[in-house]
């Protein structure tokens, strides 16, 4: 059993940046990945970046390449997303998802009560 809460979200305008972060306690094992999402109102969740909890491999989606990092600090099992230049679309809850293997595994994965990010114009 994995308890992941997440911290830093916020109000921000154009523009701006917020950093994310997430701690991961438990049962908490090198293989493990770990995983931003966030859903807008009236929408599903849409994945944001992932890292594995060595931080020797990232991924993410076109749309936070060149604004957004992940990174991770295995040694404290809390990861952050860094958000630059924040837009208006960016404003949704921001998760933290935490999965018991490689990304693209379907494997366990445990959910944080997420963050609210707001991008004002």
């Known amino acids: 059993q994995v308890h992941v809460v997440e911290s830093g979200g916020g109000s921000v305008q154009t523009g701006g940046s917020l950093r994310l972060s997430c701690a991961a306690s438990g049962r908490i094992e090198s293989t493990y990945t770990m995983a931003w999402f966030r859903r807008s109102p009236g929408k599903e969740y849409e994945f944001v970046a992932a890292i594995s909890w060595s931080g020797d491999s990232t991924y993410d989606d076109d749309f936070v390449k060149g604004r957004f990092t992940i990174s991770i600090d295995n040694t404290k099992n809390t990861g952050s997303l860094q958000m630059n230049a924040l837009k208006p679309e960016d404003t949704a809850v921001y998760y933290c998802?935490?999965?018991?293997?490689?990304?693209?595994?379907?494997?366990?994965?445990?959910w944080g009560q997420g963050t609210q990010v707001s991008v004002s114009s």
């Open positions: 998802n935490v999965i018991e293997g490689p990304w693209g595994s379907k494997a366990l994965n445990y």
